[in-house]
């Protein structure tokens, strides 16, 4: 990732929208000269253009500072299709129904790729009274523990937020068929299909 944002990013992203650079100097009130000068690397956008420049690109800053443009083809907003983003310095947790472009904490987040449980991480589940009694056996420290549960159908995402030294175990709503997911901050995130009722 480039530290800041390039002047073949601006003039790409620019030819992308159909647009001249006189155009796009107009939208942010400065001469199409400065847009030519950024473009052929002869000086950078100020740092409080950088807003207003990705907003007339159609682009997010992170975006337009990386040069990649990330699309979102998930247009149903199948529910069943989340993918999950956690802050490894404060455990934010951000769920997206697609791909997104998302940063905590000053860093960029890769999307969670999730696998089957090992022997070390297995999930229990039992259904009772309409929901999920879910359970991991997980050490729950201060350095491992694991970070949340979640349930998700093709309608909704339910997610429990868990915290070191706490009961590795929750309840969900149970609603259908889809995916339960559980999350550990050192070895990732664990995924298996919910149980029928």
């Known amino acids: 990732m480039n530290p800041y ?4 990013t601006i003039q790409m992203l620019r030819e992308k929208r159909g ?3 006189k155009q796009l100097a107009e939208q942010l009130f ?11 690397g002869k000086g950078l ?3 409080t253009l950088l807003e207003p420049l990705a907003k007339a690109l159609h682009v997010s800053v992170p975006e337009l500072i990386s040069g990649t443009a990330v699309t979102n083809r998930n247009r149903t907003a199948n529910m069943l299709k989340t993918q ?12 997206a129904a697609g791909e997104g472009a998302f940063h905590c904490c000053g860093i960029a987040l890769p999307p969670l790729v999730p696998e089957e449980p090992d022997e070390s991480h297995t999930i229990s589940v039992e259904c009772m009274d309409g929901e999920y009694f879910v359970r991991m056996e997980h050490p729950m420290t201060k350095s491992h523990y694991l970070s949340f549960f979640a349930a998700v159908t ?3 995402v339910t997610l429990v937020k868990l915290y070191p ?7 969900l709503p149970a609603r259908g ?21």
């Open 5 to 8: 944002v390039t002047g073949q």
């Open 19 to 21: 647009i001249t650079q």
């Open 30 to 40: 400065i001469s199409d000269k400065t847009v030519s000068k950024w473009e052929t």
């Open 45 to 47: 956008p100020d740092i």
């Open 84 to 95: 999950w983003y956690v802050c490894p310095l404060c455990g934010n947790v951000i769920s």
């Open 154 to 156: 093709s309608e909704r």
């Open 165 to 171: 030294e706490q009961e590795p175990e929750t309840r």
């Open 177 to 197: 068929r889809g995916w339960l997911y559980a999350c550990c901050n050192r070895h990732g995130l664990f995924r298996i299909p919910l149980p029928k009722r």
